[in-house]
T-cell receptor, first 112, second 113 residues
Framework: AQSVTQLGSHVSVSEGALVLLRCNYS??????LFWYVQYPNQGLQLLLK??????LVKGINGFEAEFKKSETSFHLTKPSAHMSDAAEYFC??????????FGAGTILRVKS | GAGVSQTPSNKVTEKGKYVELRCDPI?????LYWYRQSLGQGPEFLIY????????DSGLPNDRFFAVRPEGSVSTLKIQRTERGDSAVYLC???????????FGPGTRLLVL
């Protein structure tokens, strides 16, 4: 069965600092991996996804993630945090391209 | 173009009542998904439609939950004899087909008193 673990339910960074949100997955077949962002009282918005090919994936708003099969990880990074990045971030996996299995989420706080 | 829409945005009901939640997917999307997000948790899969048929309903928690998509577009999630534990945000997503990116609606926040 698929599963996703997001390390750290809350992460706090200073504006301009590196953002690193951790995600580890479990999958019996080559996975599709996703990061979604959820702003307060809004729906989930896709940040980026990995399906096949290049393991470093670039997304919207300056975010990127690297698929590391040997570590079963798909960590999300951004070189310089902005106040507008404050939100909840969800990592998700799907094996056959249908239902998504989500992690519990990480709330990112950006301090000025 | 228009995204996924869900109605109502908020629903308050009493324990034991019946509720219907509606999802309008992006036009042309053949795949439609329902998820439930409880407070402090990630979304959990409920059911997935490919066209009019439920391709995977393994996430429905019990037989009080039922969903339909009669014409392959709009879907309705139906909850009978609601319980306080059903309180959550119900999310709908659609995709061009089951292998493509899922786009989410804003959700319906259900509160069962």
């Amino acid at each position: 069965a698929q599963s996703v673990t997001q390390l750290g339910s809350h992460v706090s960074v200073s504006e301009g600092a590196l953002v690193l949100l951790r995600c580890n997955y479990s999958s019996s077949v080559p996975p599709y991996l996703f990061w979604y962002v959820q702003y307060p009282n809004q729906g989930l918005q896709l940040l980026l996804k990995y399906t096949t090919g290049a393991t470093l994936v670039k997304g919207i708003n300056g975010f990127e993630a690297e698929f590391k099969k040997s570590e079963t990880s798909f960590h999300l990074t951004k070189p310089s945090a902005h106040m507008s990045d404050a939100a909840e971030y969800f990592c998700a996996v799907t094996e056959y391209g249908n239902k998504l299995v989500f992690g519990a989420g990480t709330i990112l706080r950006v301090k000025s | 173009g228009a995204g996924v829409s869900q109605t109502p945005s908020n629903k308050v009901t009493e324990k034991g009542k019946y509720v219907e939640l509606r999802c309008d997917p992006i036009s042309g999307h053949t795949a439609l998904y329902w998820y439930r997000q409880s407070l402090g948790q990630g979304p959990e899969f409920l059911i997935y439609f490919q066209g009019t048929g439920a391709a995977d309903d393994s996430g429905l928690p019990n037989d009080r939950f039922f969903a339909v998509r009669p014409e392959g577009s709009v879907s309705t999630l139906k909850i009978q004899r609601t319980e306080r534990g059903d309180s959550a945000v119900y999310l709908c997503a659609s995709s061009l087909n089951h292998k493509e990116t899922q786009y989410f609606g804003p959700g319906t926040r259900l509160l069962v008193l």
